[in-house]
């Protein structure tokens, strides 16, 4: 195969990439997204602070115009995020206690149903643990509603939205360490106690090295009983970068239930980190060895 979306699919896998509606009017960012890939995200439409700018006002210009590009281009969709400590809009920021748990309940209500039937996955909960040793939850407004708001926030996407596969997602979870064996333990007791949760999303914004279990650490999380989806991949340019890809495309080839991998832009010059040129793509549209390295990993074995 001769394209990421043709690969990927051929291994039952699907491969996204983060836009944005302002894109869709840059021709050469068009034609890499409809030539390359079958599922996109949201860089920043679908999140708190673009959604419900004003408490329970809703705008859905954005995602909708992304939701309509996706269909008329054979590509799903993911959903990013429907609650997260950043970005959330000022109103939300100023609110705690009993006011903000019932603010968050109809964010995801609203959200969640106005896309149901149209997300393959959404990112329920973003970010919610702390770096570090500790393996304990950040401190934010919403924790400080109550621990139990993680499990709150899934119940309530699940009732608003029963085909979405619902996922938790996180950075700094590339290998067995605190942090992502916080939230292994978490999914560990959301299923057991039958807490809806279907996936993990490991951003997978990696520098110069990756962690050597890598792929141990998908797979002991796939064992719990839910997906794993590789969902905000960049990796920094430097003599790594194209190995570094390749492995990752390699640990989600080898891990079953292993779903799919979204990048985190198109080209160095869409991304956030572009002063890294951590994509597959440069500026002016051409593949990199990375591309060609995720490419043959895709098409191998
Ligand atoms: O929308 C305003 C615009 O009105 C204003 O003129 C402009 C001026 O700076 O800012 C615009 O908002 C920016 C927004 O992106 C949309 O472009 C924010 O300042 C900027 O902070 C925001 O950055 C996004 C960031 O999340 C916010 O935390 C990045 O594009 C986006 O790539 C990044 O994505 C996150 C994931 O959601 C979660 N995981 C980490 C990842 C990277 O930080």
Not at 120 to 125: C, E
Not at 217 to 225: P, T
Not at 238 to 250: L, N, P
């Amino acid at each position: 195969n001769t394209t990421l979306r043709a690969a990927a699919a051929a291994k039952g896998r699907y491969f996204g990439a983060a836009t944005s509606s302002f894109m869709f009017s840059d021709t050469q960012h068009v034609t890499i997204l409809n030539r390359e890939f079958n599922s996109i995200v949201a860089e920043n439409e679908m999140k708190w602070d673009a959604t419900e700018p004003n408490q329970n006002q809703f705008t859905f210009t954005g995602g909708d115009r992304l939701v309509a590009h996706a269909r008329a281009n054979g590509m799903s969709v993911r959903g990013h995020a429907l609650v997260w400590h950043a970005q959330q809009p000022r109103w939300a920021q100023n609110l705690s206690g009993t006011a903000l748990r019932n603010a968050m309940i109809n964010h995801i209500t609203r959200v969640a149903t106005h896309y149901r039937g149209q997300i393959h996955s959404w990112d329920v909960v973003n970010e919610a643990f702390a770096d570090g040793g500790s393996g304990g939850r950040r401190d934010s407004n919403l924790q400080r509603t109550g621990n139990d708001w993680i499990e709150v926030a899934f119940r309530t996407a699940r009732a608003a939205d029963p085909t979405a596969k619902l996922c938790y997602n996180d950075y700094n979870t590339d290998g067995v360490n605190a942090k992502s064996t916080g939230i292994y333990n978490m999914v560990r007791d959301f299923k057991a106690r039958g807490v809806p949760i279907d996936c993990v999303g490991f951003q997978s914004h990696l520098g110069t090295g990756l962690a050597s279990d890598y792929q141990a650490n998908l797979q002991r999380f796939a064992d719990l009983g839910v997906d794993v989806q590789i969902t905000e991949l960049d990796v920094a340019q430097g003599s790594s970068q194209a190995s570094i890809y390749e492995r990752v495309t390699r640990a989600c080839l080898a891990v079953t239930r292993c779903t799919g991998i979204t990048v985190w832009g198109v080209r160095d010059s869409d991304s956030w980190r572009r002063g890294e040129n951590p994509l597959l793509f440069d500026g002016n549209g051409n593949k990199k060895p990375a591309y060609t390295a995720v490419l043959n990993a895709l098409n191998s074995g």
